[in-house]
């Protein structure tokens, strides 16, 4: 009983200082904030195909480029607001991930050849969006400024943007704890174990994994949505470029994989060390900030091989090390 009233505490104290939080910080460091919510509720979209499925998507950057530029064309095209057009892009997002999960997992391409795919589908969306002019072509598109609106998604201040992606995360990370034991995820999870067991053991696998990209690219897609509308520009190699992939499975694999909180925790990690690096090369020597980040991923995964969620231990994984003991 004193236990659960501490946990109750510490989780009250905990949610008063995120929402304060906002207001304490600066500007610079309220916008990192958002990019470090954005980033936690992206892997942990990718989380279910990928982490959950043991599927290697490397292709997420299409539902979040589509959605963008769904929501963003018909704001600026027809005055639609990015509330709604947001719903509109996840159905265009849903439909191209129909046609990847039908074409990869009906004729059983699998790992490096479902990564290769899924990398090829969203190098065409970019191609095809660097020569829409329709769409802004390689310099993409402006969002006009409409003031402080929430129809149109625009705010003076980034409080509002810090609680609307703060309440995206919370939600997507609260429903997949609560549905962590359905019978959904567990096939998901048999799945990755051990595809052709899981087949054996009567698991529908290609309806599984089907529905579980289905699931992942509409929920990547909201994301692409607030991007665009807090950033107000998008552009082919910001919404469709490769990184934007990579970055979803190398906070995964930082985090834990496959894990709830992993994602959270790989991202606050991964944007604090981006940050840091960036200033230490004051955006000069290219990319080598990269390199110290691919170094970090090494250690990570040498050191904490199941992620760093590890370091703070759940009752499955003291479960788990007790019978491993």
Known sequence: MKNLINKILLGLIGITL?????????????FLLVLTCLNAYMATSWNIIGGMGGQLALGHAAFFGLSGYTSTFLFQKYGLSPWAGMWIGMVVSALYGALIGLLCFRYKVRGTYFALV????????RIIFVNLKTFGGSEGIVIGLKGHSWRAFQFESKVPYYFIILLMLAALVLTIHHFRNTRFISYLRAIREDE???QA????????????????????????????????????????GLTRSFDMVFICIMGGMGTILGPVLGSVVFSAF??????????????????????????????????????????????KDAVRN
């Open 196 to 198: 052709e067991v899981a």
């Open 18 to 30: 995120i929402c304060l939080l906002p207001f304490w910080v600066g500007d610079y460091y309220l």
């Open 274 to 319: 981006m940050e840091v690096t960036n200033a230490i090369f004051k955006g000069g020597y290219g990319a080598n900030h990269l390199i110290l980040y691919g170094i970090l991923l090494m250690v990570v995964i040498l050191v904490f091989p199941r992620g760093l969620i590890t370091l703070f231990p759940t009752n499955f994984h003291r479960r």
């Open 201 to 240: 053991l009567g698991i529908d696998v290609f309806k599984i994994k089907f529905w579980g990209l289905i699931l992942s690219a509409c929920l990547t897609s909201l994301g692409g949505a607030f991007y665009a509308q807090y950033v107000l520009y998008i552009d082919p190699p910001s919404m469709f």
């Open 118 to 125: 899924t990398l090829a589908f969203v190098e065409i969306l």
